[in-house]
């Protein structure tokens, strides 16, 4: 069964930065786009962030742009988002999803790790 | 930009009727539309992709259906597990950015 589990989430004062990761298993990784999507508290879902399957390829929602950077390591299974200058806007919980071959819909998805910004 | 419009945004029903459930969007987007269901606490599952292609699965009291810039998602002979938060979501193609819709809460009436 295919697997994905993030952690890294946690309370983090705005300014502050943090890291998120993404472990997964029983699917071949490095075939396959991968994406960050979040939900802030009690609201609905937006995506975040999207990475090619060799890394080479990355984009960003333009609120994250130049603060969040996605990567990958294949070697490992995982998937990353480095979260810098953190805003009280960016609380969610944040999931880890594969896309699909057509790379138009997310086929899987974490359970999610929540990030709180707040002082 | 294109906007994703879903509607009505609560639908209360009971189990063993039809729930239609609406996504309109700002512009066309051909049929790349894809509908998810989430439960409270739980990820997004995904429903159907290209607005009617059901996902591994679902059951086919689920179907999709639309084109241009109007969809439906519509559940027949609801059942008690069916209640949940639906979205539909929209990939431009380039650059590529995901939009979602509000979601449309389907409550036990």
């Known amino acids: 069964e295919v ?3 993030e952690s890294g989430g946690d309370l983090v004062q705005p300014g502050g ?3 998120l990761s993404c472990a997964t298993s029983e699917f071949t990784f490095s075939s396959y786009w991968m994406s960050w999507v979040r939900q802030a508290p009690g609201k609905g879902l937006e995506w975040v962030a999207m990475i090619k399957t060799d890394g080479s390829e990355k984009y960003y929602v333009d609120s994250v742009k130049g603060r969040f950077s996605i990567s990958r390591d294949n070697a490992k299974n995982s998937l990353n988002l480095q ?6 806007e960016d609380t969610a919980v944040y999931y880890c999803a594969r896309l699909t071959g057509s790379t138009r819909d997310f ?3 974490g359970q999610g790790t929540l990030v709180t910004v707040s002082s | 930009e294109i906007v994703l419009t879903q509607s009505p945004a609560t639908l209360s029903l009971s189990p063993g ?3 239609t459930l ?14 998810y269901q989430q439960k409270p606490g739980q990820a997004p599952r995904l429903l159907f992709s290209d ?5 591994t699965g679902i059951p086919d009291r689920f179907s999709g259906s639309g084109s241009g810039t109007d969809f439906t998602l519509t559940i027949s002979n609801l059942e008690p597990e069916d209640f949940a938060v639906y ?3 929209h990939r431009t193609t380039w650059p590529p950015m995901f939009t979602f819709g509000q979601g449309t809460k389907l409550e036990i009436k």
Do not use: I
């Open chain 1, 3 to 5: 697997q994905l589990v």
């Open chain 1, 17 to 19: 930065s943090l890291r």
């Open chain 1, 83 to 88: 979260m810098n200058s953190l805003r009280v």
């Open chain 1, 107 to 109: 086929d899987c998805w």
């Open chain 2, 17 to 19: 009727e039809r729930a």
């Open chain 2, 22 to 35: 609406s996504c309109r969007a700002s512009q066309s987007v051909g049929n790349y539309l894809t509908w």
């Open chain 2, 51 to 55: 607005a009617s292609n059901r996902a």
């Open chain 2, 87 to 89: 979205y539909c979501h």
